[in-house]
C-alpha cells in the first residue's frame, strides 16, 4: 500500500538552533502534503498546506518564518523549524494524498517526528 | 469553516462487547468525505473507515460500521467484538471535495480503552 515516510523519528536540538523534517511519498505523487502538529493528548492541528513547485498556504496563526516549508518534487516536502524554542517541542506529522487519485486515494501519514527542544 | 466534535473524550469497552464513538461536524458543504482514524500508542495514524457523503448505504469494514446520518450532521462509529489492540485514540474527520488542495479537519478525539 502506499506509504509516506518521515524523518527522523525522533531530534533533539538546542535553543536557537534549526531543525529540517522530510516527509516523502514512496510509492506515488503528491501535489500536495500537509504538515500537522499534535500536543500531548490533543487532536492534530492543521499547520500548513505544502504545493509542489509553489508557495506553502500557512493555516490562520502559523509563523510562516518560523515553520518554512519547501515541497521542491512531487515526493519530497521539508519543514524546517528555524531557531527552535522550548515551545516549539511537539509532536509533527506529515501526510499526503495520491495526486493521480485524488477522489480515492485516502490520506496516508507519516510516522510523525517528536522534537525536543532544549 | 468546517468544525467537527468528538463530545467523548474517554470511553471503556469490555473486551468482545460493542462500543460507539460520536461524532458530529458542521459544514455547509454538500460533496464531502468523512473518515475515522485510529491513533495507537505507537502514533501511527490509521485509517479506520471512510464514508463518502453521496452514499446513503452506511460503510462497513470488518468489525467496523459507522451511521451517518447526512440531515443530523452525525457520523458515529460501532466498534463490534472489541479487541485489546482497539485500544487507542479515535479521531472523527472531515474533508472537503473540491479542490487538489482539500485538506482534513480532525476533531478533538476520544480516547477508547478496552478492557480485558
Known amino acids: 500500500g502506499a506509504v509516506v515516510s518521515q524523518h527522523p523519528s525522533r531530534v533533539i536540538c538546542k535553543s536557537g538552533t534549526s531543525v529540517k523534517i522530510e516527509c516523502r511519498s514512496l510509492d506515488f505523487q503528491a501535489t500536495t502534503m500537509f504538515w500537522y502538529r499534535q500536543f500531548p493528548k490533543q487532536s492534530l492541528m492543521l499547520m500548513a498546506t505544502s504545493n509542489e513547485g509553489s508557495k506553502a498556504t500557512y493555516e490562520q496563526g502559523v509563523e510562516k518564518d518560523k515553520f518554512l516549508i519547501n515541497h521542491a518534487s512531487l515526493t519530497l516536502s521539508t519543514l524546517t523549524v528555524t531557531s527552535a524554542h522550548p515551545e516549539d517541542s511537539s509532536f509533527y506529522i506529515c501526510s499526503a494524498r495520491n495526486s493521480w487519485d485524488r477522489v480515492n486515494s485516502p490520506l496516508h501519514f507519516g510516522n510523525g517526528t517528536r522534537l525536543t527542544v532544549t | 469553516a468546517q468544525t467537527v466534535t468528538q463530545s467523548q473524550p474517554e470511553m471503556s469497552v469490555q473486551e468482545a462487547e460493542t462500543v460507539t464513538l460520536s461524532c458530529t461536524y458542521d459544514t455547509s458543504e454538500n460533496n464531502y468525505y468523512l473518515f475515522w482514524y485510529k491513533q495507537p500508542p505507537s502514533r501511527q495514524m490509521i485509517l479506520v473507515i471512510r464514508q463518502e457523503a453521496y452514499k446513503q448505504q452506511n460503510a462497513t469494514e470488518n468489525r467496523f460500521s459507522v451511521n451517518f446520518q447526512k440531515a443530523a450532521k452525525s457520523f458515529s462509529l460501532k466498534i463490534s467484538d472489541s479487541q485489546l489492540g482497539d485500544t487507542a485514540m479515535y479521531f472523527c474527520?472531515?474533508?472537503?471535495?473540491?479542490?487538489?488542495?482539500?485538506?482534513?479537519?480532525f476533531g478533538p478525539g476520544t480516547s477508547l480503552s478496552v478492557i480485558p
Open positions: 474527520a472531515f474533508m472537503k471535495l473540491k479542490t487538489s488542495y482539500d485538506k482534513v479537519i
